[in-house]
């Protein structure tokens, strides 16, 4: 498709400046996007497409964060309390990789996609409601908090429930991203919008908080490896940082449910991918 | 319109405190990435074999990939604008383990142990993984 390095770079910069726009307003890294970019649109090997995602994921958070935390949109003793489980998962994900086929797994994680995605549909958005929670373990651990919502124009305040539950998604989150190499900021997201009913604002900007923490674990290992390349890496990391910096704009401005509309639909998109590597088919 | 979240002064000065240091990283990494990547580019046309080399997977001349720290800082001294970019992403990567280290000292200016505990504990976990990792 590209005969000319050049415009294969620039080409570049321009998709990765979607995904970081994408990313920045759902709270992902955009892997399930730039991925099958890179392998379907810009024939590159998955191996460097994987190594370029990883670059995506903590351009992203890094990026997105600066400003929701400016913003006090993120719930820091939140997701210090919930890397505790992504990291210990990662970690856990990256022996088991060693021992297990992850081939059914693919089909568990694509039905659990797709159940998800019916449930999110169903729910309202937790800033729409007063909170209900009465978890004793989100007092214990003072993760009750409020936000300024620009789009409702008044503070929410907000009490996560169900925080071990929360806690236990957010541990297989981190196993999946480590044996799929896939998919960590969706679960985040949905372990603290379902489980948790954290209003969606709350979620994505603490998602986009964690899931650099997570990559960061395993993006030295790929440094080593010699998967990140300079001339993908270079093109990714500036256009996501641009996206992400005017998704950060966007997810503000933008009603709940329509934020979480779009989410559904990324599920969606990954409950496809995964469902065909189950079938051994890889997207590339 | 400007609203005010109901959060205590410490709160928001942890807020703030960590989205500098977010920012600063970033648009330093971001300027290192690009002054490597501008510098790239303009070699880049005299490599016409990179483009079927990046799509079958093969390390592209194994020589100049920068993935050892002695790699990078001996690639530096050369001014390769590929060891430029490794060394922009290196700080980009550092980036969220520096946040958790940050995230701990402002905890324990706010006197919260229980999340001192807890973020010296990701910490820990982070490092080990790194460790692990090349080890692996």
Same mark, same amino acid.
Request: net charge positive; no cysteine.
């Given at each position: 498709?590209?005969?000319?390095?050049?415009?294969?770079?620039?080409?570049?910069?321009?998709?990765?400046?979607?995904?970081?726009?994408?990313?920045?307003?759902?709270?992902?890294?955009?892997?399930?996007?730039?991925?099958?970019?890179?392998?379907?649109?810009?024939?590159?090997?998955?191996?460097?497409?994987?190594?370029?995602?990883?670059?995506?994921?903590?351009?992203?958070?890094?990026?997105?964060?600066?400003? !929701?935390?400016?913003?006090?949109?993120?719930?820091?003793?939140?997701?210090?309390?919930?890397?505790?489980?992504?990291?210990?998962?990662?970690?856990?994900?990256?022996?088991?990789?060693?021992?297990?086929?992850?081939?059914?797994?693919?089909?568990?994680?694509?039905?659990?996609?797709?159940?998800?995605?019916?449930?999110?549909?169903?729910?309202?958005?937790?800033?729409?409601?007063? &909170?209900?929670?009465?978890?004793?373990?989100?007092?214990?651990?003072?993760?009750?908090?409020?936000?300024?919502?620009?789009?409702?124009?008044?503070?929410?305040? !907000?009490?996560?429930?169900?925080?071990?539950?929360?806690?236990?998604?957010?541990?297989?989150?981190?196993?999946?991203?480590?044996?799929?190499?896939?998919?960590?900021?969706?679960?985040?997201?949905?372990?603290?919008?379902?489980?948790?009913?954290?209003?969606?604002?709350?979620?994505?900007?603490?998602?986009?908080?964690? +899931?650099?923490?997570?990559?960061?674990?395993?993006?030295?290992?790929?440094?080593?490896?010699?998967?990140?390349?300079?001339?993908?890496?270079? &093109?990714?990391?500036?256009?996501?940082?641009?996206?992400?910096?005017?998704?950060?704009?966007?997810?503000?401005?933008?009603?709940?449910?329509?934020?979480?509309?779009?989410?559904?639909?990324?599920?969606?998109?990954?409950?496809?991918?995964?469902?065909?590597?189950?079938?051994?088919?890889?997207?590339? | 319109?400007?609203?005010?979240?109901?959060?205590?002064?410490?709160?928001?000065?942890?807020?703030?405190?960590?989205?500098?240091?977010?920012?600063?990283?970033?648009?330093?990494?971001?300027? +290192?990435?690009?002054?490597?990547?501008?510098?790239?580019?303009?070699?880049?046309?005299?490599?016409?074999?990179?483009?079927?080399?990046?799509?079958?997977?093969?390390?592209?001349?194994?020589?100049?990939?920068?993935?050892?720290?002695?790699?990078?800082?001996?690639?530096?001294?050369?001014?390769?604008?590929?060891?430029?970019?490794? +060394?922009?992403?290196?700080?980009?990567?550092?980036?969220?383990?520096?946040?958790?280290?940050?995230?701990?000292?402002?905890?324990?200016?706010?006197?919260?142990?229980? !999340?001192?505990?807890?973020?010296?504990?990701?910490?820990?976990?982070?490092?080990?993984?790194?460790?692990?990792?090349?080890?692996?």
């Amino acid at each position: 498709m590209f005969t000319s390095i050049l415009w294969f770079e620039v080409a570049l910069l321009g998709t990765s400046f979607i995904v970081g726009i994408f990313g920045a307003v759902l709270g992902i890294g955009g892997g399930v996007m730039l991925v099958p970019a890179l392998t379907l649109l810009f024939g590159v090997n998955l191996r460097y497409a994987v190594g370029a995602s990883i670059v995506s994921v903590i351009a992203t958070s890094s990026g997105a964060a600066a400003r !929701y935390v400016h913003d006090h949109l993120t719930n820091l003793r939140l997701a210090s309390f919930l890397e505790v489980a992504t990291v210990t998962g990662a970690l856990t994900g990256a022996f088991l990789s060693a021992v297990l086929d992850a081939r059914w797994l693919f089909l568990l994680f694509a039905l659990m996609l797709l159940q998800s995605s019916v449930l999110m549909m169903r729910l309202k958005d937790a800033s729409l409601q007063a &909170p209900s929670g009465t978890d004793k373990w989100a007092d214990r651990l003072r993760l009750a908090s409020t936000y300024p919502d620009r789009v409702l124009g008044r503070v929410i305040v !907000y009490r996560p429930v169900r925080v071990w539950l929360g806690f236990a998604l957010m541990w297989i989150a981190g196993v999946l991203s480590a044996l799929l190499g896939i998919g960590s900021g969706p679960l985040k997201v949905l372990a603290m919008d379902s489980a948790m009913r954290l209003p969606i604002r709350v979620s994505s900007a603490s998602s986009n908080y964690m +899931i650099g923490v997570t990559a960061a674990a395993s993006a030295g290992t790929y440094f080593v490896k010699g998967d990140i390349l300079p001339e993908l890496a270079a &093109p990714v990391a500036l256009g996501v940082l641009g996206g992400a910096l005017v998704g950060t704009h966007l997810m503000v401005r933008l009603p709940s449910q329509r934020i979480r509309q779009v989410f559904i639909v990324v599920l969606l998109i990954l409950a496809v991918q995964m469902g065909l590597r189950a079938f051994g088919i890889q997207v590339r | 319109m400007e609203l005010q979240s109901e959060r205590t002064p410490i709160e928001r000065r942890m807020d703030l405190v960590l989205s500098w240091l977010l920012r600063g990283g970033v648009i330093a990494s971001a300027a +290192i990435v690009l002054g490597g990547w501008s510098v790239l580019l303009v070699r880049l046309e005299s490599r016409p074999a990179l483009l079927p080399t990046l799509q079958e997977g093969r390390l592209i001349d194994e020589h100049t990939v920068a993935h050892s720290v002695a790699n990078v800082t001996e690639g530096l001294a050369r001014g390769s604008a590929r060891a430029w970019i490794a +060394i922009g992403l290196m700080l980009l990567i550092s980036l969220p383990v520096l946040r958790v280290a940050m995230t701990s000292v402002l905890f324990g200016l706010e006197r919260d142990w229980l !999340y001192v505990a807890l973020t010296v504990l990701v910490f820990g976990l982070l490092l080990s993984g790194l460790l692990l990792g090349r080890a692996l």
